[in-house]
């Protein structure tokens, strides 16, 4: 073997190391992210038992299950904005989308838990959800999701426990979204519905959306 | 995607490179340091071509008049290309004033470097032909160094062991760093007979090869780099002598630098245009090798530059256009601001490849006893190569405008 070809066989060796090494970070993200969501759906397992707990026997643990779905909530949230940087570092396993799917669904289950703890309870907080794209996004639209997201976290921060910020991902082809963008007959992103029945569409200020906050 | 595979081609072959000259080190690296015995003393016609040298002229010729080589075998011939300042005057008197035997002064009309060593060749009388620049210093044993290698018939050039002589700006410690591993890969680069220059400072090359071959290009920008393109491809080889030092001085600032660089990318250019269409020639190092590597290396730049700059842009775009809109809607865009970045297998390639590259420096700086400033490595290793970038950008504007000039002095 000449030296050219030798060095040729070290440069993809040196290759394959680097994408091996690539795929064990890209594992061990994935298990993180796993263990993450798996125990949030033991919480999110939990909330929904409470809620039960509370529908038979009364409201009298109203508080309790309000405070374990904002914990609920804030842990999703944070596994969330994790997952959806970990997406972008990762490379070769196309598990980490199946992963973002499944923390969709947990934030769908939260939006349904507040839902119902709200007609339960009577609560007076505000159901927001922000619904946005993630794939083929363009600048405009980037920025803009990057923009809604920010007016809807400042929002939360001046609200506090007045409202429940429930961010949802679009276009993840699941059943139980698509049905939310058909009855709101949702077509522009970002897209904000507040308590069930205040649809916007495309970039909102801050004004428009909290004449409908009960914050 | 797209940036994500340039980026690996690019480091692919950045890889292979660096693997290349590893490869070199250990399969011969018990060789480089051997000691070579000069049986017999060649006569050689040593040429110093000098163009308005008046600063520096003396002091070259009095460091001469010590070279560790029998006076009866050594002819100097000092080529005054039509220097304006008083280089010739200065020689005059230097060859009185140090009675260096066998020094003889030539004056023409400015041709350029290229076209003063051909005069020299021509009044040269001996077979061996040393070409060093007026503002380089030879160390006293240089030329015997140089002449221990040349062992056959087919070695046609041997080029030595160049370093700055000054090292006080930051600009002269960086091209030290950049010569002390050029010192190591050249060296490397014997092995595989693809030494691509027999540079300025001091090269020694046999006059009958010269002349069979045409001597030097008077067109070409960096007549070095072509003559030994040019030796390459007539089937001869061209060694390194590692202990042949050679002191010579470099440019100490930003704008001169600047430049030289320049001049010598032009030059590439032009040494490329000129042998480009013997790519995939089989039997010489030019056309299987040093035509397709210096298309990857100013591609390479150019590309790597371009992707760098329109990622640069675009962030910078889309954040100026985040604040405008956040502006608009009463929010600080500064904010949510983060700056989180996740390590991915690009990364690690990259460090990889690093490191080692990080080999090959510790090898050069491990056969060199000068020690850089603690910061003047992580500047050579980050921002010196993307310097280079910019050259290329640059000389190929000036190249395809026409503007093809000395650009020093």
Avoid at chain 2, 120 to 129: D, R, V, Y
Wanted: a positive charge; hydrophobic letters at 45%; charged letters at 25%.
């Amino acid at each position: 073997m000449n030296v050219y070809t030798r060095s040729l066989v070290l440069t993809i060796f040196i290759f394959l190391i680097g994408v091996m090494i690539g795929v064990l970070i890209d594992n061990v993200r994935i298990s993180e992210i796993k263990k993450g969501l798996g125990e949030s759906e033991i919480i999110w397992e939990d909330t929904r038992l409470l809620n039960i707990y509370i529908g038979k026997l009364g409201g009298d643990e109203c508080e309790s299950a309000f405070e374990e779905n904002l914990a609920y909530n804030d842990r999703i949230y944070r596994y969330g904005s994790e997952i959806e940087k970990e997406i972008e570092a990762t490379t070769f396993t196309p598990e980490v989308e199946q992963e973002w799917r499944k923390y969709v669904l947990l934030q769908f289950q939260f939006w349904l838990n507040s839902i119902e703890l709200k007609e339960k309870c009577n609560f007076d907080y505000s159901n927001v959800v922000h619904l946005s794209k993630r794939k083929d996004l363009t600048n405009e639209e980037g920025i803009e999701n990057e923009l809604q997201s920010a007016i809807l976290l400042d929002l939360k921060e001046r609200c506090g426990r007045g409202m429940m910020l429930i961010p949802l991902t679009a276009d993840v082809d699941l059943e139980s979204i698509n049905l939310v963008l058909r009855q709101h007959a949702i077509m522009k992103f970002p897209a904000v519905i507040i308590d069930e029945e205040h649809v916007f569409q495309g970039l909102t200020p801050a004004e428009d959306l909290e004449k409908h906050i009960k914050c | 995607m797209i940036f994500d595979i340039v980026y690996l081609v690019l480091l692919f072959f950045a890889t292979f490179f660096i693997m290349l000259h590893i490869n070199l080190w250990f399969e011969n690296k018990g060789k480089i340091f051997l000691k070579k015995k000069l049986k017999i003393i060649p006569p050689i016609s040593l040429i110093i071509p000098a163009y308005n040298e008046e600063e520096i002229i003396e002091e070259t010729l009095r460091k001469i008049k010590n070279i560790n080589y029998p006076r009866n075998k050594l002819e100097i011939i000092v080529v005054d290309d039509g220097s304006t300042d008083r280089t010739y005057d200065i020689v005059k008197k230097a060859i009185t004033k140090f009675r260096i035997k066998g020094l003889k002064l030539f004056t023409k009309k400015n041709g350029g470097k290229a076209s003063a060593l051909n005069f020299g060749i021509k009044k040269a009388k001996n077979e061996f032909i040393a070409v060093m620049d007026a503002d380089s210093f030879l160390d006293k044993n240089a030329l015997k160094e140089c002449m221990k290698h040349f062992d056959s018939d087919e070695v046609a050039a041997v080029t030595s062991h160049i370093l700055c002589s000054r090292k006080k700006s930051f600009w002269e410690r960086m091209q030290n760093i950049e010569l002390m591993i050029i010192s190591v890969t050249r060296k490397l680069e014997e092995y595989a007979n693809v030494i691509w220059a027999t540079p300025g400072p001091l090269s020694v090359y046999r006059k009958d090869v010269l002349k069979k071959i045409g001597g030097f290009d008077e067109k070409n920008l960096i007549e070095d780099v072509e003559i030994a393109w040019r030796i390459l491809k007539s089937g001869y080889k061209i060694k390194m002598a590692f202990g042949a030092l050679v002191y010579s001085l470099y440019p100490n600032s930003f704008k001169r630098w600047w430049r030289q660089r320049v001049r010598w990318s032009i030059g590439g250019i032009q040494t490329f245009s000129k042998y480009k269409s013997t790519i995939g020639g089989k039997h010489h190092a030019v056309g299987s090798f040093l035509v397709p590597t210096s298309f990857i290396g100013y591609s390479s730049s150019i590309i790597g530059i371009g992707v760098f700059l329109y990622l640069l842009i675009l962030r910078a775009f889309d954040f100026f256009a985040y604040s405008l809109k956040s502006f608009s809607f009463g929010l600080d865009p500064f904010s949510r601001l983060e700056f989180a970045y996740y390590i991915d297998f690009k990364i690690i390639l990259g460090l990889l490849v690093f490191f080692t590259a990080l080999t090959l420096i510790k090898i050069s700086f491990s056969l060199h006893k000068w020690r850089a400033k603690w910061y003047d490595i992580p500047i050579f290793l980050f921002i010196y190569p993307i310097l280079y970038s910019f050259v290329n950008l640059h000389a190929i504007y000036k190249y395809y405008k026409g503007e093809r000039g000395w650009l020093t002095k």
